[in-house]
């Protein structure tokens, strides 16, 4: 049940709840849900059950045997065995696509709370760069592509694109902390945006969910690089 601490995890943080009113209205103590979404104790069955009916999921779900909330492993292998190969690949890409563009619009949402120029200006062009970088990768595949599209050769734009990553980030973390940059002001701390699950589940209810996902995806990744 590897997967269940996280999923239990972050489906309350979705509905905005702090652990110990779950644990009251799930009619067990805050320590002891507490050891459950840290992996310290595994859960009976009949909690399981009763986890999955309060967060409206599928047991399977909560122990990672299927992505779909409502479906069981089982009827998700009904489902997916009735799709070919393109259409998984399609459903992935699409499910990607959406965890990535809902994570944005949050990223976009704190930093038009923050009302800062310069921030703003640092974190567009470090995702712009991004973009950039994976649009090269995509566009070096076929050697039959025109390569006039850009300007900066192929064998210096990894090595001066990540330069300028790492320039933005720097500046972005100098003026998020209320330090000057040349040309721009830091944050102020009275525009200084207020987060934390809750905040963010109230304030974009359809895109938390994906930015939560998002994050789990990234620590895990993280996690084994550790």
Do not use: W
């Amino acid at each position: 049940m590897s997967d269940f601490p996280r999923m239990i995890t972050l489906l309350r943080k979705e509905k905005g709840l702090s652990q110990k009113q779950a644990a009251l209205e799930l009619g067990v103590s805050q320590a002891l849900l507490s050891h459950y979404e840290k992996g310290i104790r595994e859960c009976g069955l009949d909690f399981a059950v009763k986890i999955a009916d309060y967060y409206n999921v599928s047991c399977d779900y909560l122990l990672g045997r299927t992505a779909d909330r409502n479906n069981t492993h089982f009827e998700t292998n009904l489902l997916q065995s009735a799709e070919n190969k393109s259409n998984k690949s399609n459903i992935a890409l699409s499910a990607n696509k959406q965890l990535i563009i809902h994570s944005i619009e949050i990223i976009f949402g704190i930093l038009e709370q923050a009302d800062c120029k310069g921030l703003n200006a640092e974190i567009s062009s470090y995702l712009m760069v991004s973009l950039y970088k994976v649009l090269r990768i995509l566009y070096s595949a076929n050697p039959k592509n025109p390569q006039a599209m850009f300007a900066v050769m192929p064998e210096v734009y990894k090595g001066l694109s990540s330069a300028l990553q790492c320039i933005g980030e720097s500046n972005a973390e100098c003026l998020s902390h209320g330090k000057n940059t040349p040309g721009s002001e830091g944050l102020d701390s009275t525009f200084a945006p207020s987060l934390s699950p809750n905040i963010i589940s109230r304030l974009y209810p359809e895109s938390a969910p994906s930015l939560y996902e998002l994050v789990h995806k990234i620590e895990d990744k993280l996690k084994k690089l550790s």
